[in-house]
């Protein structure tokens, strides 16, 4: 089964960090270019950050650069957004999503993705 797979959100403090894993499985992710997504209640999903398949390039939401990094272990078929310094706007459900088609990041808010998976929740709240 070709699927994405997010994990490792939940709950944590203001000013704390979490790494969120987006596996893939039936599929490799090298040479896809991966966006990462949220989406907080009340309000429409947006774009967060993105690497590319071709030269692993990134791009960052303005709001979340110097907090978030982004990165791909080919390995274990993995691509990880580490949240740093988070704060309770941060709040969200996050979600990955996978094109083969698009080779660079350059507006991957609205790329046609092949995969998408299921969100995991992150709660930043004292």
């Known amino acids: 089964q070709l699927q994405l797979v997010e994990s490792g959100g939940g709950l944590v403090q203001p000013g704390g960090s979490l790494r969120l894993s987006c596996a893939a499985s039936?599929?490799?992710?090298?040479?896809?270019?991966i966006g990462w997504f949220r989406r907080a209640p009340g309000k429409e999903r947006e774009g967060v950050s993105c690497i590319s398949g071709r030269d692993g390039s990134t791009v960052f939401k303005d709001s979340v650069k110097g907090r978030f990094t982004i990165s791909r272990d080919s390995a274990k078929n993995t691509v990880y957004l580490q949240l740093n310094s988070l704060k309770p706007e941060d709040t969200a459900v996050y979600y990955c999503a996978a094109s083969h088609g698009y080779y660079y990041c350059s507006g991957y808010e609205f790329f046609e993705y092949d995969y998408w998976g299921q969100g995991t929740q992150v709660t930043v709240s004292s």
């Open positions: 039936g599929f490799s992710l090298d040479y896809n270019t």
